[in-house]
Protein backbone atom coordinates (compact mmCIF):
# COMPACT_ATOMS: atom_id res chain seq x y z
CA UNK A 1 0.00 0.00 0.00
CA UNK A 2 1.69 3.73 -0.79
CA UNK A 3 1.81 5.55 1.95
CA UNK A 4 0.09 9.11 2.02
CA UNK A 5 1.60 12.12 3.83
CA UNK A 6 0.42 15.83 4.08
CA UNK A 7 3.31 18.69 5.27
CA UNK A 8 2.59 21.94 6.18
CA UNK A 9 5.63 23.94 5.69
CA UNK A 10 6.84 22.16 2.80
CA UNK A 11 7.67 25.25 1.10
CA UNK A 12 10.73 25.30 4.11
CA UNK A 13 13.87 23.85 4.38
CA UNK A 14 12.88 21.18 6.06
CA UNK A 15 9.83 20.94 4.22
CA UNK A 16 11.77 20.43 0.61
CA UNK A 17 13.97 17.92 2.32
CA UNK A 18 11.36 15.75 3.52
CA UNK A 19 9.53 15.59 0.42
CA UNK A 20 12.73 14.71 -1.20
CA UNK A 21 12.58 11.73 1.70
CA UNK A 22 9.60 10.80 1.36
CA UNK A 23 9.35 11.00 -2.09
CA UNK A 24 11.92 8.98 -2.29
CA UNK A 25 10.78 6.03 -0.18
CA UNK A 26 7.74 5.72 -2.14
CA UNK A 27 5.49 8.18 -0.56
CA UNK A 28 2.36 10.47 -2.25
CA UNK A 29 3.25 13.61 -0.70
CA UNK A 30 0.99 16.24 -0.16
CA UNK A 31 1.66 19.74 1.08
CA UNK A 32 -0.04 23.18 2.12
CA UNK A 33 1.45 25.81 0.53
CA UNK A 34 0.16 29.62 1.33
CA UNK A 35 -0.86 32.56 -0.82
CA UNK A 36 2.27 35.04 -1.47
CA UNK A 37 2.48 37.89 -4.20
CA UNK A 38 5.81 35.85 -5.13
CA UNK A 39 6.78 32.25 -6.02
CA UNK A 40 7.13 30.44 -2.83
CA UNK A 41 7.76 27.38 -4.21
CA UNK A 42 12.04 27.50 -4.96
CA UNK A 43 12.53 24.88 -2.82
CA UNK A 44 10.90 22.48 -3.93
CA UNK A 45 10.53 23.21 -7.75
CA UNK A 46 12.67 20.05 -8.23
CA UNK A 47 10.41 18.14 -7.51
CA UNK A 48 7.36 19.09 -8.44
CA UNK A 49 6.01 17.71 -11.45
CA UNK A 50 2.92 19.29 -13.32
CA UNK A 51 0.11 17.69 -11.38
CA UNK A 52 -1.02 16.42 -14.88
CA UNK A 53 1.96 14.48 -15.14
CA UNK A 54 1.30 10.49 -14.64
CA UNK A 55 5.00 10.37 -12.69
CA UNK A 56 3.49 12.98 -10.12
CA UNK A 57 3.68 12.02 -6.75
CA UNK A 58 3.76 15.72 -5.10
CA UNK A 59 0.62 17.92 -4.85
CA UNK A 60 0.18 21.32 -3.60
CA UNK A 61 -2.79 22.67 -1.92
CA UNK A 62 -3.64 26.28 -0.64
CA UNK A 63 -4.31 26.59 2.73
CA UNK A 64 -3.11 28.28 5.95
CA UNK A 65 -2.68 27.37 9.76
CA UNK A 66 -4.50 30.63 10.54
CA UNK A 67 -7.60 28.80 8.56
CA UNK A 68 -8.63 25.69 10.44
CA UNK A 69 -11.50 24.80 8.01
CA UNK A 70 -8.42 24.81 5.14
CA UNK A 71 -6.73 22.49 7.27
CA UNK A 72 -10.00 20.20 8.21
CA UNK A 73 -11.05 20.05 4.53
CA UNK A 74 -7.49 18.75 3.11
CA UNK A 75 -7.02 16.32 5.79
CA UNK A 76 -10.69 15.01 4.41
CA UNK A 77 -9.67 14.65 0.73
CA UNK A 78 -6.15 13.53 1.39
CA UNK A 79 -6.73 11.23 3.97
CA UNK A 80 -2.98 11.13 4.72
CA UNK A 81 -1.16 8.17 7.03
CA UNK A 82 1.10 10.45 8.32
CA UNK A 83 0.97 14.10 8.91
CA UNK A 84 4.22 16.67 9.31
CA UNK A 85 3.77 19.92 11.08
CA UNK A 86 6.60 22.08 9.87
CA UNK A 87 4.52 25.13 9.24
CA UNK A 88 5.51 28.08 11.58
CA UNK A 89 6.71 31.69 11.75
CA UNK A 90 10.03 30.28 12.52
CA UNK A 91 12.60 33.33 13.14
CA UNK A 92 13.36 34.14 16.89
CA UNK A 93 14.10 37.59 16.35
CA UNK A 94 11.07 38.49 14.21
CA UNK A 95 8.80 37.01 17.07
CA UNK A 96 9.81 39.92 19.36
CA UNK A 97 8.19 42.15 16.62
CA UNK A 98 4.82 40.29 15.34
CA UNK A 99 4.41 38.57 19.03
CA UNK A 100 0.60 37.27 18.54
CA UNK A 101 0.81 36.62 14.78
CA UNK A 102 3.82 34.49 15.88
CA UNK A 103 1.62 32.67 18.75
CA UNK A 104 -0.89 32.05 15.95
CA UNK A 105 0.76 30.32 13.35
CA UNK A 106 3.39 28.61 15.61
CA UNK A 107 1.05 28.13 18.68
CA UNK A 108 -2.25 27.89 17.62
CA UNK A 109 -1.71 26.89 14.16
CA UNK A 110 -0.74 23.40 15.71
CA UNK A 111 -3.31 23.08 17.80
CA UNK A 112 -5.87 24.02 14.78
CA UNK A 113 -3.96 20.77 13.02
CA UNK A 114 -4.06 18.33 15.73
CA UNK A 115 -8.15 19.60 16.42
CA UNK A 116 -8.73 19.10 12.42
CA UNK A 117 -6.67 15.58 12.80
CA UNK A 118 -9.09 14.85 15.64
CA UNK A 119 -13.02 15.76 14.28
CA UNK A 120 -11.74 14.39 11.06
CA UNK A 121 -10.91 11.11 12.27
CA UNK A 122 -8.68 10.45 10.28
CA UNK A 123 -6.58 7.34 11.30
CA UNK A 124 -3.21 9.09 11.38
CA UNK A 125 0.68 9.90 12.92
CA UNK A 126 1.66 13.27 13.55
CA UNK A 127 5.08 15.03 13.96
CA UNK A 128 5.13 18.24 15.59
CA UNK A 129 8.52 20.44 14.64
CA UNK A 130 9.37 20.75 18.27
CA UNK A 131 12.29 23.33 19.19
CA UNK A 132 15.55 23.33 21.50
CA UNK A 133 14.55 27.30 22.08
CA UNK A 134 11.93 25.62 24.08
CA UNK A 135 14.76 25.06 26.65
CA UNK A 136 15.99 28.83 26.15
CA UNK A 137 17.54 29.45 29.59
CA UNK A 138 18.02 25.99 31.61
CA UNK A 139 21.75 25.20 30.79
CA UNK A 140 23.52 22.65 28.22
CA UNK A 141 23.46 19.70 27.76
CA UNK A 142 19.68 20.01 27.43
CA UNK A 143 17.88 16.57 26.99
CA UNK A 144 13.79 15.34 27.09
CA UNK A 145 13.67 15.76 30.85
CA UNK A 146 15.23 19.54 31.09
CA UNK A 147 12.78 21.62 31.98
CA UNK A 148 11.38 24.73 28.97
CA UNK A 149 12.27 28.36 29.88
CA UNK A 150 11.60 29.73 26.66
CA UNK A 151 13.21 33.33 26.28
CA UNK A 152 11.22 34.42 22.36
CA UNK A 153 7.32 34.76 21.88
CA UNK A 154 8.48 31.86 18.91
CA UNK A 155 9.68 29.54 21.87
CA UNK A 156 6.71 30.34 24.09
CA UNK A 157 4.30 29.23 20.94
CA UNK A 158 6.45 26.24 20.46
CA UNK A 159 6.11 25.16 24.23
CA UNK A 160 2.68 25.80 23.53
CA UNK A 161 2.34 23.27 20.81
CA UNK A 162 4.62 20.98 22.26
CA UNK A 163 2.26 20.30 25.12
CA UNK A 164 -0.69 20.61 22.52
CA UNK A 165 0.50 17.48 21.05
CA UNK A 166 1.19 15.53 24.46
CA UNK A 167 -2.41 16.21 25.47
CA UNK A 168 -3.63 15.08 22.46
CA UNK A 169 -1.72 11.84 23.09
CA UNK A 170 -2.99 11.78 26.34
CA UNK A 171 -6.49 13.36 26.45
CA UNK A 172 -7.06 11.49 22.72
CA UNK A 173 -5.23 8.46 22.69
CA UNK A 174 -3.78 10.07 19.31
CA UNK A 175 -0.57 9.22 18.07
CA UNK A 176 1.28 12.67 18.27
CA UNK A 177 5.37 12.71 18.45
CA UNK A 178 7.44 15.57 18.70
CA UNK A 179 10.97 15.92 17.47
CA UNK A 180 12.92 18.51 19.75
CA UNK A 181 15.35 19.46 16.86
CA UNK A 182 18.49 21.66 17.81
CA UNK A 183 19.73 23.80 14.81
CA UNK A 184 20.27 22.27 11.65
CA UNK A 185 21.32 24.30 8.16
CA UNK A 186 22.08 23.58 4.70
CA UNK A 187 22.39 25.75 1.50
CA UNK A 188 18.34 25.66 1.79
CA UNK A 189 18.82 28.00 4.83
CA UNK A 190 16.44 30.90 4.96
CA UNK A 191 19.03 33.79 3.92
CA UNK A 192 18.16 35.76 7.61
CA UNK A 193 19.00 32.93 9.71
CA UNK A 194 22.64 33.22 10.92
CA UNK A 195 24.78 30.83 9.32
CA UNK A 196 23.06 30.98 5.73
CA UNK A 197 23.60 35.15 5.83
CA UNK A 198 27.02 34.69 7.05
CA UNK A 199 28.33 31.97 4.16
CA UNK A 200 26.12 34.19 1.51
CA UNK A 201 28.35 37.33 2.84
CA UNK A 202 31.29 35.07 2.13
CA UNK A 203 30.56 34.25 -1.25
CA UNK A 204 30.09 38.13 -2.09
CA UNK A 205 32.55 39.81 0.03
CA UNK A 206 35.32 37.12 -2.27
CA UNK A 207 33.59 38.29 -5.40
CA UNK A 208 33.50 41.75 -4.52
CA UNK A 209 30.18 42.82 -4.12
CA UNK A 210 29.97 43.30 -0.60
CA UNK A 211 32.26 44.51 2.18
CA UNK A 212 30.28 44.81 5.55
CA UNK A 213 28.48 42.39 7.18
CA UNK A 214 26.21 43.42 10.10
CA UNK A 215 25.30 41.16 12.73
CA UNK A 216 24.21 40.99 16.94
CA UNK A 217 25.68 38.46 19.61
CA UNK A 218 28.62 36.76 18.22
CA UNK A 219 29.07 34.62 21.50
CA UNK A 220 25.79 32.61 21.43
CA UNK A 221 26.61 28.85 21.25
CA UNK A 222 24.25 26.80 19.12
CA UNK A 223 24.46 23.07 18.38
CA UNK A 224 24.20 23.26 14.51
CA UNK A 225 23.45 19.79 12.33
CA UNK A 226 22.96 19.39 8.85
CA UNK A 227 19.49 19.80 7.70
CA UNK A 228 19.03 16.25 5.54
CA UNK A 229 19.92 13.73 8.66
CA UNK A 230 17.34 15.80 10.71
CA UNK A 231 14.50 15.16 8.79
CA UNK A 232 15.41 11.46 8.12
CA UNK A 233 14.57 11.93 12.40
CA UNK A 234 11.21 13.12 11.84
CA UNK A 235 10.57 10.36 9.60
CA UNK A 236 11.82 8.07 12.40
CA UNK A 237 10.11 9.74 14.95
CA UNK A 238 6.95 8.01 13.60
CA UNK A 239 7.79 4.63 13.37
CA UNK A 240 7.76 3.06 17.10
CA UNK A 241 4.05 1.75 18.17
CA UNK A 242 4.40 4.33 20.66
CA UNK A 243 4.39 8.17 20.32
CA UNK A 244 7.44 9.79 21.89
CA UNK A 245 9.24 12.87 21.86
CA UNK A 246 13.10 13.10 21.18
CA UNK A 247 16.23 15.30 21.20
CA UNK A 248 17.31 15.63 17.66
CA UNK A 249 21.42 17.12 18.12
CA UNK A 250 24.75 16.83 17.39
CA UNK A 251 25.92 16.95 20.97
CA UNK A 252 28.76 19.60 19.69
CA UNK A 253 28.55 23.57 20.17
CA UNK A 254 29.49 26.22 18.63
CA UNK A 255 29.53 30.24 18.75
CA UNK A 256 28.29 32.41 16.32
CA UNK A 257 32.17 33.26 16.20
CA UNK A 258 33.60 30.28 15.37
CA UNK A 259 31.26 29.92 12.43
CA UNK A 260 32.22 33.29 11.27
CA UNK A 261 36.57 31.85 11.28
CA UNK A 262 35.39 28.33 9.79
CA UNK A 263 33.63 30.40 7.17
CA UNK A 264 35.59 32.99 6.40
CA UNK A 265 38.51 30.90 6.63
CA UNK A 266 37.52 28.67 4.09
CA UNK A 267 38.01 31.46 2.13
CA UNK A 268 40.95 32.77 3.06
CA UNK A 269 39.26 36.18 4.68
CA UNK A 270 39.44 36.99 8.14
CA UNK A 271 36.10 38.21 9.34
CA UNK A 272 37.26 40.44 11.35
CA UNK A 273 37.57 42.97 8.64
CA UNK A 274 34.42 42.38 7.30
CA UNK A 275 31.61 42.08 10.34
CA UNK A 276 30.21 45.27 12.36
CA UNK A 277 28.07 44.72 15.56
CA UNK A 278 23.90 46.08 14.72
CA UNK A 279 22.05 46.55 17.86
CA UNK A 280 19.34 45.77 15.56
CA UNK A 281 19.81 41.93 15.30
CA UNK A 282 20.32 41.94 19.58
CA UNK A 283 17.47 39.64 20.78
CA UNK A 284 15.96 41.30 23.49
CA UNK A 285 16.29 38.31 25.40
CA UNK A 286 18.87 36.07 24.35
CA UNK A 287 19.19 32.31 24.13
CA UNK A 288 22.94 31.84 25.21
CA UNK A 289 23.82 28.41 25.10
CA UNK A 290 21.76 25.26 23.19
CA UNK A 291 23.82 21.27 23.09
CA UNK A 292 21.40 18.88 22.65
CA UNK A 293 22.08 14.94 24.45
CA UNK A 294 20.17 13.00 21.70
CA UNK A 295 20.93 9.74 23.49
CA UNK A 296 17.41 8.87 23.59
CA UNK A 297 17.06 9.33 19.84
CA UNK A 298 20.07 7.29 19.05
CA UNK A 299 18.95 4.23 21.16
CA UNK A 300 15.00 4.25 20.14
CA UNK A 301 15.16 5.52 16.92
CA UNK A 302 18.46 4.61 15.45
CA UNK A 303 19.32 7.94 14.61
CA UNK A 304 22.99 8.91 14.72
CA UNK A 305 24.10 12.78 12.91
CA UNK A 306 27.03 12.99 10.65
CA UNK A 307 28.12 15.72 9.03
CA UNK A 308 30.61 17.68 11.76
CA UNK A 309 30.54 21.34 12.09
CA UNK A 310 33.06 22.34 9.85
CA UNK A 311 31.74 20.53 6.50
CA UNK A 312 28.81 22.07 7.13
CA UNK A 313 30.31 25.01 7.15
CA UNK A 314 32.34 24.19 3.91
CA UNK A 315 29.17 22.29 2.26
CA UNK A 316 27.26 25.94 2.93
CA UNK A 317 30.30 28.19 1.88
CA UNK A 318 30.47 26.30 -1.79
CA UNK A 319 26.80 26.34 -2.41
CA UNK A 320 26.99 30.14 -1.77
CA UNK A 321 29.67 30.46 -3.94
CA UNK A 322 28.20 28.20 -6.79
CA UNK A 323 24.81 30.24 -6.63
CA UNK A 324 25.95 33.39 -6.83
CA UNK A 325 27.66 32.21 -10.02
CA UNK A 326 24.94 30.99 -11.24
CA UNK A 327 22.81 34.27 -10.68
CA UNK A 328 25.68 36.31 -12.53
CA UNK A 329 26.25 33.79 -15.22
CA UNK A 330 22.32 34.10 -16.02
CA UNK A 331 22.34 30.52 -15.31
CA UNK A 332 19.39 29.86 -12.57
CA UNK A 333 16.14 30.27 -14.41
CA UNK A 334 13.33 30.51 -11.85
CA UNK A 335 10.18 28.54 -12.83
CA UNK A 336 7.62 30.60 -13.93
CA UNK A 337 4.31 28.42 -13.03
P1 LIG B 1 11.35 27.71 7.39
O1 LIG B 1 11.20 29.07 7.96
O2 LIG B 1 12.36 27.47 6.32
O3 LIG B 1 9.93 27.22 6.81
C1 LIG B 1 8.74 27.53 7.47
C2 LIG B 1 7.59 27.03 6.64
O4 LIG B 1 6.35 27.41 7.27
C3 LIG B 1 7.52 27.63 5.21
O5 LIG B 1 7.08 26.63 4.32
C4 LIG B 1 6.49 28.71 5.37
O6 LIG B 1 5.86 29.09 4.14
C5 LIG B 1 5.51 28.02 6.28
N1 LIG B 1 4.57 28.93 6.92
C6 LIG B 1 4.81 30.13 7.50
N2 LIG B 1 3.68 30.69 7.91
C7 LIG B 1 2.67 29.85 7.58
C8 LIG B 1 1.25 29.88 7.72
N3 LIG B 1 0.64 30.92 8.25
N4 LIG B 1 0.54 28.82 7.28
C9 LIG B 1 1.15 27.76 6.70
N5 LIG B 1 2.49 27.68 6.53
C10 LIG B 1 3.23 28.71 6.96
O7 LIG B 1 11.61 26.72 8.62
P2 LIG B 1 12.47 25.37 8.68
O8 LIG B 1 12.20 24.56 7.48
O9 LIG B 1 13.86 25.70 9.05
O10 LIG B 1 11.84 24.68 9.97
C11 LIG B 1 10.70 23.81 9.87
C12 LIG B 1 10.00 23.77 11.21
O11 LIG B 1 10.88 23.28 12.22
C13 LIG B 1 9.50 25.10 11.71
O12 LIG B 1 8.32 24.87 12.43
C14 LIG B 1 10.59 25.56 12.66
O13 LIG B 1 10.07 26.44 13.64
C15 LIG B 1 11.02 24.23 13.27
N6 LIG B 1 12.38 24.13 13.71
C16 LIG B 1 13.42 24.45 12.87
C17 LIG B 1 14.71 24.27 13.27
C18 LIG B 1 15.85 24.61 12.38
O14 LIG B 1 16.98 24.68 12.88
N7 LIG B 1 15.66 24.78 11.08
C19 LIG B 1 15.02 23.72 14.61
C20 LIG B 1 13.84 23.40 15.39
C21 LIG B 1 12.59 23.59 14.95
P3 LIG B 1 6.52 30.17 3.14
O15 LIG B 1 7.56 29.43 2.35
O16 LIG B 1 5.36 30.63 2.34
O17 LIG B 1 7.14 31.24 4.00
P1 LIG C 1 17.95 30.62 16.15
O1 LIG C 1 18.73 30.84 14.77
O2 LIG C 1 17.50 31.87 16.75
O3 LIG C 1 18.82 29.72 16.98
O4 LIG C 1 16.65 29.85 15.67
P2 LIG C 1 19.41 32.14 14.16
O5 LIG C 1 20.30 31.65 13.08
O6 LIG C 1 18.40 33.18 13.83
O7 LIG C 1 20.28 32.70 15.39
C1 LIG C 1 21.34 31.93 15.98
C2 LIG C 1 22.14 32.81 16.90
O8 LIG C 1 22.86 33.78 16.13
C3 LIG C 1 22.75 35.05 16.75
N1 LIG C 1 22.95 36.10 15.75
C4 LIG C 1 22.15 36.35 14.69
N2 LIG C 1 21.03 35.73 14.25
C5 LIG C 1 20.45 36.19 13.11
N3 LIG C 1 19.37 35.58 12.62
N4 LIG C 1 20.92 37.29 12.44
C6 LIG C 1 22.05 37.95 12.86
O9 LIG C 1 22.45 38.93 12.24
C7 LIG C 1 22.68 37.46 14.04
N5 LIG C 1 23.79 37.84 14.72
C8 LIG C 1 23.94 37.01 15.74
C9 LIG C 1 21.36 35.04 17.36
O10 LIG C 1 21.25 36.05 18.36
C10 LIG C 1 21.30 33.61 17.91
O11 LIG C 1 21.88 33.55 19.17
C11 LIG C 1 16.72 28.80 14.71
C12 LIG C 1 15.38 28.81 13.93
O12 LIG C 1 15.49 27.89 12.88
C13 LIG C 1 14.24 28.39 14.84
O13 LIG C 1 13.06 28.23 14.06
C14 LIG C 1 14.61 27.04 15.49
O14 LIG C 1 13.59 26.64 16.38
C15 LIG C 1 15.92 27.18 16.25
O15 LIG C 1 16.93 27.57 15.34
C16 LIG C 1 16.35 25.86 16.90
Redesign the pocket.
Given at each position: MTRVAFI?????????YLSELLLAKGYVVHG???R?STF??E?IDQIDLHPRDPDARLFLHY????DASSLAGLLREIQPDEVY???????VRVSFDIATYTAD??GM?ALRLLEAVRRSGVDCRVYQ?????MFGASPPPQHEGTPFHPRSP?ACA?AFAYWAGVNYREAWGMYVSN???????SP???EN?VTRKITRAVARIEAGIQDALYLGNLDAVRDWGY?PE?VEAMWLSLRPDQPGDYVVASGTGHTVRDFLDAAFGHAGLDWRAHVRIDPAYVRPAEVNALIGDSTKARERLGWIPKTEFADLVRIMVEADRQLLDDERSGRLIRRDR
Open positions: TGITGQDGSLKRSNTRGDLANLGAQSHITGASSSEYKGILFNHERRGFAY
